[in-house]
């Protein structure tokens, strides 16, 4: 919102001597955010005058129009004679009033002005257009001023080209500052000054003979107010100041009746919009738009329309997209002048509409059709709805007065009821907030200031204003009352901070597995936790998976991946994908965070309130409509897992890292992990592991499939893990303590074992550990043998078994039989034999 500082004072009577940063400073004070202050017209220096065009002489010979003039700019040049100016623009007569800088002056640029030979003549000065003179971008001719300003009028003055505008960034919960209404009350209250209301006019009573409105969804229209004007002289132009100060608010003047309607939104905040009645057939309709319906909009574009649009209608359909932006077969009509007779012809009778909308009705529509307005802008933001009556008999005392025409009694305004809403507020509330003393008459004093109506003593009865749709609990008005005291006059204090209980065990272990995979060469990363169905398509997850059901987000930051991830690996993969283009070939990442389940039964989050602490009913039921979101780690590696060099060849990451990775976790958590091959997208169905503690699958590694890999762009042979923490602790995670160090030696024994291929690695291992007893500390699968020497559908697993004992030395025998009981047990369990017996 661009507020020009010259019109603000026009409704708060500032201090002389403030300048548009002293006002900037009070209001981002008060809590809004002022960007820049545009100081208009600074390099400006005159003299810039009126004058009047005597003679006109057409020279020939050029690429271009070029005329001779003579000008009569009064006694600004000093000697009261005619001024010789060439110029090349055509949209000026004999007779016209234009603006005159002359020699000595400096255009905004800086751009100095001297007499000089051009053309053929001297040329001392020139006349001007808008966007010489800092005033918009027109530069398609001179500006052509009305006939009864006398030559050599002060022009600086005239077209208030000095001024100083502040740009405010309005935040979607001050929707009232969208207007110099609403940023005047700002202004009021923080310098302690009345305000003059703009809204506050003498409005005629709504009667049975105005225009008639049907409102046929009055959810999406509460409020028409419908005002008739008659007479309107076509002709007529908006005066100087009421185009400046739309071209100081970024709006770029238009036509008279048009100009009525921005200016009046900027000043009260509520958007109108204005018909030309004799193109309106019948009376007007407010309803949604029909399945195939279609409006030309004033831009010119066919819009195909929505069930869901809001649509202002007649008897030939829709007229306009309700808040958006009106139809083109009822615009109001540029004057068009008669070459001949000379007479104008446009729009002389217009009916003044000034409706309230539902926001996000308005805000849908505009963001359908990608059709943002000054009009939307403000309607989705909330639009006093009690502003509309004194809008509209704003636009029509602006059209009398200026244009000449002639208000009809007719009055018609179709209103819902309102229900007042009234909070209850503590009134020491905003001191314990704000943690310093306001006091009661301080509260009530800044609660009325911005329009609310109080009642009450200890406990406050609070009315907040119409336009403030905003305030809805008692925080919001402690916090009214804090940032009109000034946030910089709360004390600085530092909290109490009760003693902590430290980390738990969960939260430990997070950063013990963090650390273990970065000791491990791993590096994290953190992705978006949003998924779309391209990334799941990717994975090579089948249709009915359970990875598929998502949790969408209404309002998703991209539109590709609307749903909340329910694994991890379509991120990370996307960071090994994103890095490999970056030229980073050999890669070893991870990532800790939470996935989405949705529950089976979908439930609504309860509000909760903000005035206290919320139930443990409360607190349980919003629980429950929140989906599942278990923490897992996953990890991905492509490359080399150990680099080549000069040393010799490197060796490439496979299956058997993921699934290392996988038991570095677990050791973290000091749990069991067991290991067995199993199938699950997106891995390949023969390099896939499945990870276990006890009979509890918690988690799936090994090498991704090569559908998978291709789709994603990913080298061949990338392998990743996943696993989840919440079920790797369900069973009961122990605490991490150093393991008993022995001073004895240790005996080794190695075993090859023989057994059917389908038998897997951890049952044998499992087996062997379970037999040999409390004197074994270690056992390693140190080779797998598959061939001729052992067996068709068999294969040998040779492992190292490692016995120790602490209070002795354990003799051969013992060694020996501690081995031997290991073999058996695995060949009861396993149908395990030595190889070779």
């Not at 990717?538 to 590709?560: I, Q």
Request: net charge negative; charged share 25%; aromatic share 4%.
């Amino acid at each position: 919102m661009r507020v020009p500082l010259s019109w603000l004072r026009e409704y708060v009577d500032l201090p002389a001597g403030e300048t548009g940063r002293d006002v900037a400073a009070r209001l981002v004070r008060a809590g809004l955010e002022v960007e820049t202050v545009e100081q208009l017209g600074a390099d400006l220096k005159g003299p810039l005058v009126v004058g009047e065009v005597l003679s006109i002489e057409e020279l020939s010979g050029f690429k271009k129009p070029i005329r001779h003039c003579f000008v009569n700019v009064g006694a600004a040049n000093g000697t009261g004679e005619p001024q010789e100016i060439v110029c090349g623009a055509t949209n000026f007569a004999v007779g016209d009033k234009v603006v005159v800088v002359l020699p000595g002056a400096v255009l905004p640029g800086p751009f100095p002005i001297a007499a000089r030979q051009t053309y053929g003549h001297t040329s001392a000065g020139m006349i001007c257009s808008a966007r010489e003179l800092g005033m918009g971008d027109d530069h398609n001719g001179i500006i052509v001023l009305e006939p009864h300003h006398e030559p050599g009028t002060d022009a600086i003055e005239l077209l208030q080209l000095v001024d100083e505008v502040l740009d405010i960034a309005v935040t979607p919960d001050r929707g009232y500052c969208l207007s110099m209404r609403g940023v005047a009350r700002e202004a009021a209250a923080a310098y302690g000054l009345p305000l003059a209301d703009p809204a506050l006019l003498d409005v005629p009573p709504a009667n049975s003979y105005g225009y008639l409105v049907k409102v046929a969804d009055p959810a999406g229209c509460d409020r028409f107010v419908a005002r008739t004007v008659t007479g309107v002289d076509p002709s007529a132009q908006s005066p100087i100041w009421l185009q400046r100060r739309l071209q100081k608010s970024g709006i770029r003047p238009i036509s008279l009746t048009v100009d009525i309607t921005n200016y009046v939104m900027l000043e009260v905040g509520q958007p109108l919009h204005a018909y030309d009645r004799n193109r309106v057939d019948g009376p007007i309709q407010v309803r949604r738009a029909a399945a195939g319906e279609t409006l030309i909009t004033l831009d010119g574009v066919k819009r195909k329309l929505s069930t869901e649009d809001l649509l202002i209608c007649d008897n030939s359909g829709p007229i306009g997209l309700a808040g958006v932006m009106g139809g083109a077969t009822t615009e109001i009509l540029e004057p068009v002048v008669d070459p001949e007779t000379g007479q104008v012809t446009g729009s002389t009778d217009v009916i003044i509409e000034a409706a309230h909308f539902e926001p996000v009705a308005i805000a849908r529509s505009a963001k359908r059709h990608k059709l943002p307005s000054e009009a939307s802008k403000r309607f989705e933001r909330g639009v006093d709805p009690e502003a509309a009556r004194a809008a509209a008999q704003r636009a029509v005392d602006l059209l009398v007065l200026i244009a000449g025409g002639t208000a009809e009694a007719g009055v018609t305004d179709i209103a819902a009821p309102h229900p007042l809403r009234t909070i209850a507020i503590d009134a020491d509330l905003p001191d314990r907030v704000a943690g310093t003393g306001y006091g009661r008459e301080t509260v009530t004093r800044r609660l009325q200031e911005i329009g609310c109506t109080v009642v009450g003593t200890d406990i406050l009865e609070v009315t907040p204003p119409t336009w403030r749709p905003d305030l809805t609990d008692p925080y919001d008005l402690a916090e009214e009352v804090i940032r009109l005291e000034g946030y910089d006059n709360v004390p600085a204090r530092m909290p109490t901070v009760p003693p902590g209980r430290g980390l738990t065990e969960a939260q430990r272990f997070h950063r013990r597995a963090g650390v273990a995979l970065a000791g491990a060469g791993f590096v994290e990363v953190n992705n978006y936790p949003f998924v779309g169905e391209a990334a799941l398509d990717a994975l090579g997850l089948e249709p009915d998976d359970d990875r598929r059901r998502t949790v969408k987000l209404v309002n998703p930051l991209n539109d590709e991946e609307p749903g909340l991830r329910t694994t991890l690996l379509p991120g990370l993969l996307g960071a090994v994908r994103r890095n490999l283009g970056r030229g980073n070939t050999d890669l070893a990442v991870f990532e800790t965070g939470t996935v989405f389940l949705p529950k089976a039964e979908l439930k609504v989050a309860p509000r909760l309130p903000v005035d206290r602490r919320p139930s443990d009913a409360e607190l349980a039921e919003l629980d429950a409509a929140l989906p599942d979101q278990p923490r897992r780690i996953a990890v991905a590696l492509a490359g080399e897992r150990l680099p080549s060099g000069w040393w010799g060849k490197g060796a490439q990451a496979g299956w058997a890292d993921a699934v290392e990775a996988a038991r570095t976790v677990a050791r973290a958590a000091n749990v069991e992990l067991t290991v067995r091959q199993a199938q699950r997208a997106p891995w390949h169905p023969g390099r896939c592991a499945e990870l276990l503690v006890g009979d509890r699958v918690v988690g799936h590694a090994g090498e991704l499939h090569p559908r998978v890999t291709k789709a994603l762009h990913l080298p061949e042979r990338t392998a990743a893990m996943e696993i989840d923490v919440d079920l790797l602790f369900a069973g009961g995670g122990q605490r991490v303590s150093g393991p008993a160090v022995s001073s004895y030696p240790v005996a080794t024994q190695d075993v090859a074992l023989i057994v059917d291929a389908a038998v897997p690695a951890a049952e044998v291992e499992a087996a062997l550990r379970d037999g040999a007893g409390a004197l074994l500390e270690a056992i390693r699968l140190f080779d797998v043998f598959t061939g001729e020497q052992a067996g068709e559908g068999k294969k040998s697993l040779a492992y190292s078994l490692r016995f120790r004992a602490g209070d002795r030395t354990l003799t051969a025998d013992e060694a020996s039989a501690a081995r031997a009981n290991a073999v058996a047990v695995a060949g009861e369990r396993t149908g395990a034999v030595l190889r070779g017996v």
